[in-house]
Nanobody, 121 residues
């Protein structure tokens, strides 16, 4: 079982920014792509959507259209951390954000608690 720890969420106004962090201890981190997902308010766990992904070597960044140009995924393999910099946040970005190893495909069916992002006036 893989432990995943997300942090960095909060309440921001539209146009604001947040930086989410994801730690995956105990994993040979650089061997795995990493992805960020979000679960919109009221949506079931099965509807978590991929937001962004990055390969193990830090390349191959992928974003869904809704966040392209506003979000940036990155990683620091030396400390087993992945990040999601979110700029120009909008109310439709509100939701619980999760990370997991894999490039848009969940490898370990072991989710963290997520971190809540709320964008509101």
């Amino acid at each position: 079982e893989v432990q995943v720890e997300e942090s960095g969420g909060g309440l921001v106004q539209p146009g604001g920014s947040l930086r989410l962090s994801c730690k995956v201890p105990g994993l040979t981190f650089s061997n795995y792509a990493m992805s960020w997902y979000r679960q919109l308010p009221g949506a079931p766990e099965s509807d978590r959507e991929l937001v962004a992904a990055i390969l193990g070597n830090g390349g191959g960044e992928h974003y869904i259209d809704a966040v392209q140009g506003r979000f940036t995924i990155s990683r620091d393999n030396a400390i087993n951390m992945a990040y999601l910099q979110m700029n120009n946040l909008q109310p439709e970005d509100t939701g619980a954000y999760f990370c997991n190893p894999g490039y848009g495909v969940v490898i370990f069916n072991s989710w963290g608690r997520g971190t809540q992002v709320t964008v509101s006036l």
